[in-house]
């Protein structure tokens, strides 16, 4: 009976219909061929099993699944069946997930993520007991690391911008404390409590457990030179027209390292370093010109080689998250580009 109605059905009948292009989105085209206009039995699918077409559609199924066998399947399998068609997914929960998804379709990468989040344990078990599991709603897991994916932490969180502040100073406050350190602070951040509770928790281990000797800056490789002494920081500051010179004081402290990037594109370089460690603070050209986005990716790769970090400093990421817990309006949606999210400072500007 399937094979005979897609013999049946026109080029014509295979257009997806507006209601169709509006409901699918992504998957319009590819649902009016499985369903000809006016789309009526998919229409009649419950919201579970149209998500599970979308997903179906988006290639997270266990085997290739032709377009008639795919029908049959939402159209006539119990949830079970439908359920184990996915891969990666544990079948428990899914299609109870989905009855919660909305009406419209979404994006083929908020399927991916979705995916990925239902294979993971803990973000699993979140996801199932949202009031509804949509992109808006399970972005913020899927910001944050694996250890945090609880219920008591992605309850408290206001936005996807709060979910990017958590997740980088969990970054932070692991990276400052001894190997191992992730699964207890993971445990401590989720005791529960409000907003204000978790985030102060976080602010709190921004502080390391313990007090260390600050280490030397980093010894980087060719083309990279070292800026060494005061009349080479001012000979620096000349070539390149800035005032780096300004900033002798805090690199004869040990609080700053500078670096000339001997290569095309020729470029000033600055290494600020707080209780996480050295971090990226600064990079220009002559005449305090921009860099190219895919220069700084390359150097900010190389510098992770060299255990130097990239993003805002420790206090301004602690700041931040005290602005979170009290309330502070910020963007609710994280939607920056990679130069921006490495927060570069116009220290000689």
């Given at each position: 009976m399937v094979a005979q109605l897609f013999h049946r059905a026109s080029p014509r009948a295979r257009t997806a219909s507006p209601l169709l292009a509006y409901l699918a989105g992504d998957f319009a085209d590819a649902i009016a061929r499985i369903w000809p206009a006016p789309h009526g039995e998919f229409f009649a699918l419950p919201a579970a099993r149209r998500h599970g077409v979308a997903m179906a559609l988006a290639g997270h199924v266990s085997q290739p699944t032709p377009d008639a066998e795919l029908r049959r399947l939402v159209e006539y399998q119990?949830?079970?069946?439908?359920?184990?068609?996915?891969?990666?997914?544990p079948p428990t929960g899914l299609m109870r997930a989905l009855a919660k998804a909305g009406e419209q379709l979404w994006r083929r990468e908020d399927y991916d993520t979705f995916v990925a989040l239902m294979a993971e344990?803990?973000?699993n078990e979140v996801l199932r007991h949202l009031d509804n599991v949509r992109p808006a709603?399970?972005?913020?897991?899927?910001?944050?690391?694996?250890?945090?994916?609880?219920?008591s932490v992605v309850r408290v969180l206001?936005?996807?911008?709060?979910?990017?502040?958590l997740a980088r100073a969990f970054r932070l406050a692991v990276r400052m404390r001894e190997p191992g350190a992730s699964a207890r602070i993971a445990r401590r951040w989720g005791a529960g409590g409000d907003i204000r509770a978790v985030f102060g928790r976080a602010v709190e281990d921004l502080t390391p457990d313990m007090f260390r000797p600050a280490g030397?800056?980093?010894?980087?490789?060719?083309?990279?030179?070292?800026?060494?002494?005061?009349?080479?920081l001012e000979a620096v500051a000349l070539e390149f027209r800035n005032c780096l010179a300004e900033h002798g004081a805090r690199v004869a402290e040990g609080r700053m390292a500078g670096y000339v990037w001997r290569a095309e594109p020729l470029a000033a370089i600055a290494l600020s370093r707080d209780v996480a460690g050295w971090r990226l603070a600064e990079a220009k050209g002559p005449d305090n010109v921009d860099l190219e986005e895919g220069y700084l990716r390359q150097l900010?790769?190389?510098?992770d080689l060299a255990g130097v970090r990239t993003g805002p400093s420790v206090q301004n990421v602690s700041c931040r998250l005290d602005d979170w817990a009290n309330g502070t309006s910020y963007p609710r949606e994280h939607r920056v580009s990679f130069t921006e999210d490495l927060a570069l400072g116009d220290l000689w500007s």
């Open positions: 119990r949830d079970a069946a439908v359920a184990e068609a996915f891969t990666h997914i344990p803990m973000a709603a399970f972005a913020p897991i899927a910001l944050l690391p694996a250890a945090l994916r609880m219920a206001p936005s996807t911008a709060a979910a990017h502040d030397p800056a980093p010894v980087l490789a060719a083309p990279f030179v070292a800026i060494t002494g005061r009349k080479q900010a790769a190389r510098l």
